[in-house]
Protein backbone atom coordinates (compact mmCIF):
# COMPACT_ATOMS: atom_id res chain seq x y z
CA UNK A 1 0.00 0.00 0.00
CA UNK A 2 0.87 3.30 -0.83
CA UNK A 3 1.75 6.20 2.11
CA UNK A 4 0.30 8.51 -0.62
CA UNK A 5 -2.92 6.75 -0.97
CA UNK A 6 -4.63 10.24 -2.33
CA UNK A 7 -1.99 10.57 -4.66
CA UNK A 8 -2.57 7.06 -6.20
CA UNK A 9 -6.47 7.64 -6.53
CA UNK A 10 -5.62 10.87 -8.68
CA UNK A 11 -2.88 9.66 -10.31
CA UNK A 12 -5.45 6.56 -12.11
CA UNK A 13 -6.77 9.67 -13.80
CA UNK A 14 -4.10 11.08 -15.73
CA UNK A 15 -4.12 9.31 -19.24
CA UNK A 16 -0.11 8.69 -19.77
CA UNK A 17 -0.26 6.49 -16.21
CA UNK A 18 -3.33 4.70 -16.69
CA UNK A 19 -1.56 1.55 -18.02
CA UNK A 20 0.64 1.18 -15.02
CA UNK A 21 -0.26 -2.15 -12.49
CA UNK A 22 -1.44 -0.90 -9.04
CA UNK A 23 2.16 -1.42 -7.42
CA UNK A 24 3.66 0.72 -9.76
CA UNK A 25 1.46 3.33 -9.40
CA UNK A 26 1.84 3.16 -5.76
CA UNK A 27 6.08 4.03 -6.78
CA UNK A 28 5.05 6.79 -8.66
CA UNK A 29 2.61 8.27 -6.05
CA UNK A 30 5.12 8.08 -3.52
CA UNK A 31 7.28 10.31 -5.23
CA UNK A 32 4.64 13.23 -4.95
CA UNK A 33 4.38 15.68 -2.85
CA UNK A 34 2.38 18.10 -1.27
CA UNK A 35 2.08 21.86 -2.77
CA UNK A 36 0.39 24.36 -1.72
CA UNK A 37 -0.61 27.92 -3.88
CA UNK A 38 -1.91 31.42 -2.44
CA UNK A 39 -4.90 32.63 -4.86
CA UNK A 40 -3.82 35.16 -7.62
CA UNK A 41 -0.37 32.47 -7.70
CA UNK A 42 0.91 31.67 -11.30
CA UNK A 43 2.01 27.46 -10.86
CA UNK A 44 3.81 27.53 -14.34
CA UNK A 45 4.16 30.30 -17.22
CA UNK A 46 3.86 29.72 -20.91
CA UNK A 47 7.14 29.68 -22.42
CA UNK A 48 9.19 29.17 -19.63
CA UNK A 49 10.83 25.83 -18.66
CA UNK A 50 8.59 23.01 -16.81
CA UNK A 51 9.22 19.98 -14.93
CA UNK A 52 6.59 19.16 -13.16
CA UNK A 53 3.85 17.62 -13.33
CA UNK A 54 0.45 18.82 -10.68
CA UNK A 55 -3.10 16.67 -10.08
CA UNK A 56 -5.31 19.38 -8.20
CA UNK A 57 -6.47 18.34 -4.92
CA UNK A 58 -8.59 21.09 -3.99
CA UNK A 59 -9.37 24.18 -5.09
CA UNK A 60 -9.41 25.68 -8.84
CA UNK A 61 -6.92 27.02 -11.12
CA UNK A 62 -7.18 29.18 -14.53
CA UNK A 63 -5.54 28.32 -17.68
CA UNK A 64 -4.72 30.69 -20.38
CA UNK A 65 -2.87 30.77 -23.37
CA UNK A 66 -1.57 34.26 -25.12
CA UNK A 67 -3.90 35.69 -22.04
CA UNK A 68 -6.89 34.03 -22.92
CA UNK A 69 -8.83 32.34 -20.48
CA UNK A 70 -8.95 28.49 -22.27
CA UNK A 71 -9.94 26.23 -19.35
CA UNK A 72 -10.82 26.54 -15.58
CA UNK A 73 -8.85 23.50 -13.65
CA UNK A 74 -10.85 22.00 -10.74
CA UNK A 75 -9.91 18.76 -8.31
CA UNK A 76 -8.47 15.82 -9.91
CA UNK A 77 -7.57 17.94 -13.30
CA UNK A 78 -3.75 17.89 -13.94
CA UNK A 79 -1.51 19.60 -15.76
CA UNK A 80 1.91 19.43 -16.97
CA UNK A 81 2.51 15.68 -17.59
CA UNK A 82 4.75 16.28 -20.65
CA UNK A 83 7.51 18.37 -18.54
CA UNK A 84 8.00 15.14 -16.63
CA UNK A 85 9.76 13.52 -19.89
CA UNK A 86 11.12 16.74 -22.19
CA UNK A 87 11.54 19.88 -18.84
CA UNK A 88 10.28 21.80 -22.43
CA UNK A 89 8.70 25.33 -22.25
CA UNK A 90 5.21 25.59 -21.47
CA UNK A 91 1.99 25.44 -23.21
CA UNK A 92 -0.41 27.70 -21.10
CA UNK A 93 -0.10 29.75 -17.86
CA UNK A 94 -2.07 28.50 -15.02
CA UNK A 95 -2.78 30.25 -12.05
CA UNK A 96 -4.59 29.38 -8.90
CA UNK A 97 -8.33 30.80 -8.80
CA UNK A 98 -8.51 30.30 -4.98
CA UNK A 99 -6.59 28.75 -2.39
CA UNK A 100 -5.34 25.41 -4.33
CA UNK A 101 -3.60 22.46 -2.92
CA UNK A 102 -1.90 20.14 -5.86
CA UNK A 103 0.50 16.51 -5.45
CA UNK A 104 3.50 17.68 -7.50
CA UNK A 105 5.78 15.31 -9.29
CA UNK A 106 9.12 16.97 -10.59
CA UNK A 107 11.17 15.36 -13.76
CA UNK A 108 14.26 15.16 -11.25
CA UNK A 109 12.21 13.06 -8.47
CA UNK A 110 10.66 10.74 -11.60
CA UNK A 111 13.46 10.23 -14.01
CA UNK A 112 15.61 7.86 -11.84
CA UNK A 113 12.47 5.37 -10.96
CA UNK A 114 11.56 5.35 -14.96
CA UNK A 115 15.78 4.33 -15.38
CA UNK A 116 15.06 2.08 -12.55
CA UNK A 117 11.93 0.36 -13.75
CA UNK A 118 12.28 -0.38 -17.44
CA UNK A 119 8.97 -1.73 -17.14
CA UNK A 120 6.82 1.42 -16.14
CA UNK A 121 9.23 3.33 -18.69
CA UNK A 122 7.93 1.00 -21.37
CA UNK A 123 4.21 1.31 -20.59
CA UNK A 124 4.71 4.71 -20.12
CA UNK A 125 5.98 5.03 -23.77
CA UNK A 126 3.74 2.90 -25.65
CA UNK A 127 0.67 5.18 -23.53
CA UNK A 128 2.11 8.31 -24.83
CA UNK A 129 2.80 6.97 -28.44
CA UNK A 130 -1.43 5.98 -28.58
CA UNK A 131 -2.35 9.19 -26.89
CA UNK A 132 -0.44 10.97 -30.17
CA UNK A 133 -2.16 8.28 -32.60
CA UNK A 134 -5.71 9.03 -31.11
CA UNK A 135 -5.21 13.01 -31.00
CA UNK A 136 -4.32 12.53 -35.04
CA UNK A 137 -6.82 10.87 -35.57
CA UNK A 138 -9.42 13.07 -34.26
Known amino acids: MTDNPAAARALKRVPIFSDLSEQEIDEV ?13 TIV ?5 GAALFIIASGQADVT ?5 R ?5 G ?3 GEIALFDEGTRTATVTAKD ?3 CYGLTYWDFRPLVERNGTIGWKLLQRMAQ ?3 DYREN
Open 29 to 41: AKLFKPRTFEPGE
Open 45 to 49: REGLG
Open 65 to 69: VAGKL
Open 71 to 75: ATLVP
Open 77 to 79: NYF
Open 99 to 101: SLE
Open 131 to 133: LIR
